[in-house]
């Protein structure tokens, strides 16, 4: 047998590769399915191209390659025995003290398990194993190749978890200006070791310790009105002291420090002997508090929070089976997560990848982690397969371990998540992202993939029509345009509640002025209905050139619908600006009902005795402003903040005649093109340098060949920068956005779908199903989003490893910053009895950023129309 098996290991030699510095090595995931080193049949890694395969698709590698040396790891998962305790001699738990996971200083996730690892290498197609300690029989220089690459493959870092670090990595604190000439007052009051409490309020936890003059103070209010009463933060803006120390986080390793006058969490070499001065020995402290960087982590890893969502009180049994499996938080990855728990419940997409998945599989390249339908395919698989939404596992006396009742293994769609988001500046991050604007990043992306084959995003296609009206003429002016998404606006103003709204914003002011805790929040109860009411009522157009008077008159523009998708996405507009142009996030309760009856909003064309508005372009110049014409700054601000050049902003509202943003943004991306796209605006008659008349710079060649050596063509990357006015960073997520429109002028005939037409259902939506997906928090930075999902009478909670039988459907309402990080909007029952077809499904994307008019889906919509 040993003879044998050198005999397999020399032949297999010349393919067997030691890893090196920037090759990729999947050793954590199966290319195919969610299969890891812990899964039953452990993990085969190709030792020639370092991917990995489940027991299911490694022979699909060697038929396809002829590869047959593989490493193949199996972990066995084992509780690990805690070695922290909090008796007397024992070191304390380091503590985090920065933002990031798996690097030093940063946070230990894999305190809570133990694995035995058996490593074995694997001769196909015999499945020949041989031992890491069984090479002796080789000669030397084979036995030393053998091993290291062995050896490299263990000790590298897997493809996801370098992109992992990468993306969670935080910024290390810094030490602080004043740390060592910070300034201590004479005398000071000994602080005792536990029992403190705020000076000014009643509150005995979030205290800070001024380390000038030892007050000890509570910290800053949260968004929901918890936390402390800000007076931590207004005794410095009294005496201008810089530093505190949160009380509960000293322990010998050291406290979490905040200096006001950096507005930042900092570092304080001399921290022991400040807080000496007060009488505190560092080295006799114990924790009791968590620090900043615990809870900031918390919010992103934590799952014991769910329950906080609805039904905190009730006892729920946990669901197992297809259909029914958790994706797990990746690391602010709740958006990812639900939009696609709710893709993948919509029958066309079930059947364009799932139902397809063979023939995807068959057809994928040779490195299948790289290639979009491949991916997708595997995602699809593995929330609907049931093959990971099994309980976790007992332990030897047959119980299951108390941290995992209830628990799942579920799926972590790390390759998914990295293709994706590759090249994205905000999706390849771990950063919190908007549901809404990754739903439409991915039907993008669905869009470029289906070129010639069926499109599952036809199911939220539809017609807008939009009719302008214009109240000198009564004339009137119709047009339609392709989307995928209705926004809803939320109308204050209809609160349900409002005495009880005076009534807590009195006893708030009263409270700030007492210095008192706060009162229990009241939010705005406004109904679903509302924000329907308030999405058809009409709106006026101020200064809207006429082209009956050819002259400015005012209108009023109105909103239908000119068909119905297969399923209607709701956004939910919970961000508004103040008058500052700070975003700002609305703290309402919207109740969401279970049907819908939108017919009042179904749009019916040109009637009769309508008479239409001329179709004549307006004027360069108006009449009333021949020279300097004013232009509406609102709506270059907000193109400009949408990442358009200022230049193409004022020309795209001057051009339109001040008409709005959606003319202004439908103007510039029929002209992004234009190679004078980002010169200044000039008026007819002047010859200033933006004149367009005057000949651009042409690119840099060195701008062009670092594109063309990412693997664009020369020619893309000479419209890219033209169109981006030689920037070569905003060039590369120019053609990034575009990658459509580029690919359709190499190929004229981009799609065979079906026409926008043909595409809609035009059916009324009697009564659609609202399937509910709440955001939480009141940041206009924080975004938690968990989906509850309805199936055949019931509904499901859908949560990162657990999902859960629901009684109701739940509110649009706030969340608490803690809750769960799991994961979308949520979906619909496909029948009901009695019912053949049911209305319009709806996916209610809630809440989601106001400025989320991104140009993704304008290019998408202008090459639909």
Known sequence: MAELSEEALLSVLPSIRVPKAGDRVHKDECAFSFDTPESEGGLYICMNTFLGFGKQYVERHYNRTGQRAYLHLQRTRRPKEDDTTSGTGDPPRKKPTRLAIGVEGGFDITEKFEYDEDVKIVILPDYLEIARDGLGGLPEMARDRITSAVEALLSADSASRKQEVQAWDGEVRQVSKHAFNLKQLENPTRIPPCGWKCSKCDMRENLWLNMTDGSILCGRRYFDGSGGNNHAVEHYKETGYPLAVKLGTITPDGADVYSYDEDDMVLDPNLAEHLSHFGIDMLKMQKTDKTMTELEIDMNQRIGEWELIQESSVQLKPLYGPSYTGIRNLGNSCYLNSVVQVLFSIPDFQRKYVDKLEKIFQNAPSDPTQDFSTQVAKLGHGLLS????????????????????????????????????????EFSTNRQQDAQEFFLHFINMVERNCRSSENPNEVFRFLVEEKIKCLATEKVKYTQRVDYIMQLPVPMDAALNKEELLEYEEKKRQAEEEKQPLPELVR???????????????????????TALQAKSVAVKTTRFASFPDYLVIQIKKFTFGLDWVPKKLDVSIEMPEELDISQLRGSGLQPGEEELPDIAPPLVTPDEPKAPMLDESVIIQLVEMGFPMDACRKAVYYTGNSGAEAAMNWVMSHMDDPDFANPLVLPGSSGPGSTSTVADPPSEDCVATIVSMGFSRDQAMKALRATNNNLERAVDWIFSHIDDLDAEAAMDISEGR????SISESIPVGPKVRDGPGSGLSTMTRKYVPQRSHPRTWAIFTSTREWPAKSLPSASHLPENGDQATVASQTNWHEEGLDREGTPILLLNPLLFLSLISTLEALRDWLS
């Open 755 to 758: 026409s926008a037409a043909d």
């Open 524 to 546: 705005a109860q406004v109904p679903f209905s509302s924000c329907l009411e308030a999405f058809g009522v009409p709106e006026q157009v101020d200064d809207f050139w006429s």
């Open 386 to 425: 049931g093959e990971y939404s099994k309980p976790a596992p007992e332990s030897g006396d047959g119980e299951q371990v108390p941290e995992q009742k209830g628990i799942q293994d579920g799926i972590a769609p790390r390759m998914f998540k990295s293709l994706i988001g590759k090249g994205h500046p």
